[in-house]
């Protein structure tokens, strides 16, 4: 079992940045990719990035490419979502998502193992 514990949301005006954190713990948290993952009011769950064990693999929705960055950190079992030039569009809560067989992959039921969430509010 990997137990994942999202950090770092909060409050940002339009144009900001905002650097959200994952962190595993539990069972070893080697060879599986991780994806974040986001779900605005009134809307369904939707697939931000993923990132593979060892970085090699990388996907973006095309609604973020270009200002989001994802990477890892797996000596220190963590896995980061920088998020520059917020757009209000961008308010949702945030999730992470492992996946076992190490796929970047968009669909959510791929996952197994997912956080609590954390709130990102981007004021305009």
């Known amino acids: 079992q990997v137990q994942l514990v999202e950090s770092g949301g909060g409050l940002v005006q339009a144009g900001g940045s905002l650097r959200l954190s994952c962190a595993a713990s539990?069972?070893?948290?080697?060879?599986?990719?991780t994806g974040w993952f986001r779900q605005a009011p009134g809307k369904e769950r939707e697939f931000v990035a993923a990132v593979s064990w060892l970085g090699r693999s990388i996907y973006y929705a095309d609604s973020v490419k270009g200002r989001f960055t994802i990477s890892r950190d797996n000596a220190k079992n963590t896995v980061y979502l920088q998020m520059n030039s917020l757009d209000p569009e961008d308010t949702a809560v945030y999730y992470c998502a492992a996946n076992r067989a190490n796929m970047v992959v968009t669909t959510q039921r791929a996952y197994d193992y997912w956080g609590q969430g954390t709130q990102v509010t981007v004021s305009s």
């Open positions: 539990g069972q070893t948290f080697t060879s599986v990719s």
